[in-house]
């Protein structure tokens, strides 16, 4: 009954937060820095893990530097094609067979391109990758399970005048005393533009993310970006619990209507409360309980959070064994495979061993991130979709194995 790599490798599997931006090839990053003569510190992908991809992070300053670079080199078109049509072709080959990648489309247009440009490069990449999976033998003669994405259009918490693309000079032309206004209004923008655009040109756009720093920028801030997103059914995931305390989650859960969170890390942290929470562990308590009746998804990204909070130590002390013992909705995904150095299969290898997982906790999860995503489709369609999963799943434990 033992999960082996093996297994894991056949299972249909899911990633729902991933991040376009920060999950590049190297080979790729460094062949498009040459063409657009971009500068890097290292210019080999050993240099490049050296100085800047780390293994291990000090600090959350040192994981984010690393976008500045992979940002640069996402400016026209055909790049966001090839690096969207490569994390899907990735994910694919490691049995991956539903992802929502999440990006903002505001930080792709320092040379000119328009939001409706960037969504369609990233969409035009990812169905490349589906069409040809769907013509594989995998699916015409093996009877695997197709590929299937959304995307996602991330709103940031805070930007500065110095951020790429039309956020640094939204900043720049409009001045306020209290640049929450500011930071509220670009979001609502975002969302508008995002949802005329998935009406516009059919694109499979599912959800609205609120990224960014969570510490002193709250999603209040975002709610009438994310009031249009509820009116115009586009779906809510929110950074949240990722650097803050558990009232984080409650304001995106209660405020913004999260569908999903994404880390939700801190929801066990009744010490990160703040001062007017005067019960914080009954706080806490009812969070929990509130998030699990809910079924609100937990979006979980084990290596990123060790390597963004080296104070958890190591993954064992990480919190998703408390999700497992609470029963809560929570999948595994990998938010960064570039810069956390990893790949949804490492990471569902890395819970299995720490959190000692059962066949059926591990089925359990797995079915978790099919049955909360995003899908693009009407709901029958994902039904017969998930259905397809479940029972490609059941083949694939009883091959290695494993009959519940
Ligand atoms: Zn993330």
């Given at each position: 009954m033992s999960i082996t790599d093996a297994l894991i490798h056949d299972l249909p599997k899911t990633d729902l937060h991933l991040h376009l931006d920060g999950s590049l090839r190297l080979s790729t990053l460094i062949t498009l820095a040459q063409k657009y003569n971009i500068s890097l510190p290292s210019y080999t992908e050993e240099g490049l893990k050296n100085?800047?991809?780390?293994?291990?992070?000090?600090n959350l300053g040192e994981y984010l530097s690393g976008f500045q670079y992979t940002c640069a080199v996402m400016q026209d078109e055909a790049s966001l094609h090839q690096i969207a049509y490569e994390l899907a072709i990735d994910n694919i080959a490691e049995g991956v067979r539903y992802i929502e990648v999440r990006f903002a489309?505001?930080?792709?247009?320092?040379?000119?391109?328009?939001i409706d440009q960037v969504f369609l490069a990233v969409h035009r990449g990812l169905k490349q990758a589906q069409e040809e999976f769907e013509e594989s033998d995998a699916v015409r003669i093996h009877n695997q399970p197709p590929f299937r994405y959304g995307i996602i259009a991330c709103a940031l918490r805070m930007f500065t005048a110095?951020?790429?693309?039309w956020y640094g000079q939204f900043l720049q032309h409009f001045q306020h005393p209290d640049l929450k206004h500011i930071f509220g209004q670009a979001s609502l923008e975002l969302v508008r533009n995002t949802t005329r655009c998935r009406d516009q040109y059919n694109l499979p756009i599912v959800g609205l993310d609120l990224a960014g720093q969570e510490d002193g920028y709250p999603a209040k801030h975002h709610k009438y970006a994310f009031n249009h997103a509820v009116k115009h059914f586009l779906n809510r995931t929110v950074h949240a619990g990722e650097a803050y305390g558990p009232e984080s989650i409650m304001d995106a859960v209660t405020?913004?209507?999260?569908d999903r969170i994404g880390?939700?890390?801190?929801?066990?942290?009744?010490?990160?409360?703040?001062?007017?929470?005067?019960d914080k562990e009954a706080f806490t308590r009812r969070i929990i309980d509130y998030i699990a009746n809910h079924r609100i998804t937990i979006e979980v990204c084990i290596s990123s959070n060790l390597q963004t909070?080296?104070?958890?130590?190591?993954?064992?002390?990480?919190h998703f064994g408390k999700m497992l013992e609470e029963e809560l909705s929570a999948t595994i995904c990998t938010d960064n495979r570039l810069v956390s150095n990893t790949t949804v299969s490492k990471e569902i290898r890395l819970a299995v061993d720490a959190f000692h997982m059962t066949p059926k906790q591990l089925r359990n999860i797995l079915i978790y991130g099919f049955k909360r995503s995003f899908f693009p489709g009407s709901y029958k369609v994902k039904r017969r979709y998930v259905r397809s999963i479940i029972d490609h799943s059941t083949k694939v434990f009883a091959k290695h194995g494993i009959v519940f």
């Open positions: 100085t800047v991809f780390k293994e291990v992070y000090s489309p505001q930080l792709h247009t320092a040379k000119g391109l328009s110095d951020t790429i693309g405020i913004v209507h999260a880390h939700g890390y801190h929801l066990f942290s009744p010490e990160r409360c703040g001062e007017e929470i005067v909070n080296p104070a958890i130590g190591e993954a064992k002390n990480h």
